[in-house]
């Protein structure tokens, strides 16, 4: 999630941790060291392999077997911060540091993107699509409660943060299972081979539900309201990528070897953005802009030259906004309800 997320929800946890009477400030600070360092991947870059941001992304710093490193830097660092001004130690810090460090990496596996928990025992990319990477409706009450609980020192307003972000969460599983449930039936009793359900922005009643028909994949918005009936919108499709796809550069090229990472990174949600003569771009069909549409958030573009593959992200166009706003009203043209 974004970093005002993570912030706000580790000093909660750091701050539901910490011993009765220990110095607040010293534990906030190690919580909040330890909720933002995980995304320090994001310096690992490369000029010449546009993937390595994506590649190493939520990768080992985000791991149970790394959290123990990020929690002694983190505490080291907070109680050298205060030296000579809280009776603390790095020791007693430990413990807010591990619950700071913990929310961060446990808090993006509820979303969408993907996170590797279990690295070095498993490459697998954890994502529980629970919650969007940007939800206003679970940032702001938590950065209000963490503000509240620094600041009063008060232990339930930190603990109220924490389990409004388990409910939230909870609540967006239940949302995921409907919105996945409603897809299916949707698509009946069709030769689908792969389907999910995606949150969207800063909401649990509007999700992006994708399938895999006969080399084909579906776009649908699924409009998943508690106080009205399931609504759906198909929208648009493209070809799934396949290693016979037209275009596709052969195994052991520099091209090719991006596209083999590319397709690991989105565990085959493989799209064909473009196709053409000069060049192939494949997408990933698990994330865009809009509910209803397949342009993918990402993308890797594959030169039929010796120039460098590249990173292609789309751009939000005019009438995006309001369009997103008539599929999560349920005001949108073309929307079918469920019986």
């Given at each position: 999630m974004d970093n005002l997320t993570h912030a706000a929800l580790?000093?909660?946890?750091?701050?539901?941790?910490?011993?009765?009477?220990?110095?607040?400030?010293?534990?906030?600070?190690?919580?909040?060291?330890?909720?933002e360092a995980p995304d320090l991947d994001i310096l690992i870059r490369s000029a010449n392999d546009p993937l390595v941001a994506f590649r190493w992304h939520r990768h080992f710093s985000h791991s149970f077997?790394?959290?123990p490193i990020i929690v002694l830097l983190s505490a080291l660092l907070a109680a050298w911060f205060f030296k000579g001004k809280h009776e603390t130690s790095t020791k007693a810090l430990l413990i807010p540091a591990a619950a700071g460090g913990l929310s961060h990496i446990l808090c993006d596996a509820c979303t969408s993107f993907g996170t590797m928990l279990l690295w070095p025992f498993s490459n697998e990319r954890i994502a529980w699509d629970c919650v969007a990477v940007v939800d206003?409706?679970?940032?702001?009450?938590?950065?209000?409660?963490?503000?509240?609980?620094?600041?009063?020192?008060?232990?339930?307003?930190?603990?109220?943060?924490?389990?409004w972000f388990a409910f939230y969460a909870t609540l967006g599983r239940i949302q995921h299972n409907r919105a996945e449930a409603a897809?299916?039936?949707?698509?009946?009793?069709?030769?689908?081979?792969?389907?999910?359900?995606?949150?969207?922005?800063?909401?649990?009643?509007?999700?992006?539900?994708?399938?895999?028909?006969?080399?084909?994949?579906?776009?649908?918005?699924?409009?998943?309201?508690?106080?009205?009936?399931?609504?759906?919108?198909?929208?648009?499709?493209?070809?799934?990528?396949?290693p016979e796809t037209p275009g596709t550069p052969l195994a052991g090229t520099h091209a090719g070897s991006i596209l083999t990472d590319f397709?690991?990174?989105?565990?085959?949600?493989?799209?064909?953005?473009?196709?053409?003569?000069?060049?192939?771009?494949?997408?990933?069909?698990?994330?865009?802009?809009?509910?209803?549409?397949?342009?993918?958030l990402w993308a890797v573009r594959l030169p039929d030259n010796?120039?460098?593959?590249?990173?292609?992200r789309a751009e939000l166009e005019p009438g995006d906004w309001s369009h997103f706003a008539e599929l999560l009203s349920g005001s949108a043209s073309g929307y079918k309800t469920l019986p």
């Amino acid at each position: 999630m974004d970093n005002l997320t993570h912030a706000a929800l580790g000093i909660c946890c750091g701050l539901a941790a910490r011993r009765a009477n220990a110095p607040v400030a010293p534990a906030a600070l190690a919580a909040l060291l330890a909720a933002e360092a995980p995304d320090l991947d994001i310096l690992i870059r490369s000029a010449n392999d546009p993937l390595v941001a994506f590649r190493w992304h939520r990768h080992f710093s985000h791991s149970f077997v790394f959290l123990p490193i990020i929690v002694l830097l983190s505490a080291l660092l907070a109680a050298w911060f205060f030296k000579g001004k809280h009776e603390t130690s790095t020791k007693a810090l430990l413990i807010p540091a591990a619950a700071g460090g913990l929310s961060h990496i446990l808090c993006d596996a509820c979303t969408s993107f993907g996170t590797m928990l279990l690295w070095p025992f498993s490459n697998e990319r954890i994502a529980w699509d629970c919650v969007a990477v940007v939800d206003l409706a679970v940032t702001l009450p938590l950065v209000v409660l963490a503000w509240r609980a620094w600041k009063s020192h008060r232990h339930v307003l930190a603990w109220l943060g924490v389990g409004w972000f388990a409910f939230y969460a909870t609540l967006g599983r239940i949302q995921h299972n409907r919105a996945e449930a409603a897809l299916l039936q949707w698509v009946g009793n069709q030769s689908v081979t792969r389907f999910t359900a995606k949150p969207t922005i800063s909401n649990l009643i509007l999700w992006r539900g994708i399938w895999l028909e006969n080399g084909v994949w579906h776009i649908a918005a699924l409009r998943i309201s508690p106080f009205s009936a399931t609504q759906v919108l198909e929208g648009e499709s493209r070809v799934a990528w396949t290693p016979e796809t037209p275009g596709t550069p052969l195994a052991g090229t520099h091209a090719g070897s991006i596209l083999t990472d590319f397709s690991e990174f989105t565990g085959g949600w493989n799209s064909v953005e473009s196709s053409t003569s000069q060049s192939l771009t494949v997408g990933d069909i698990r994330f865009a802009m809009l509910a209803d549409r397949a342009k993918s958030l990402w993308a890797v573009r594959l030169p039929d030259n010796d120039q460098n593959p590249e990173l292609v992200r789309a751009e939000l166009e005019p009438g995006d906004w309001s369009h997103f706003a008539e599929l999560l009203s349920g005001s949108a043209s073309g929307y079918k309800t469920l019986p």
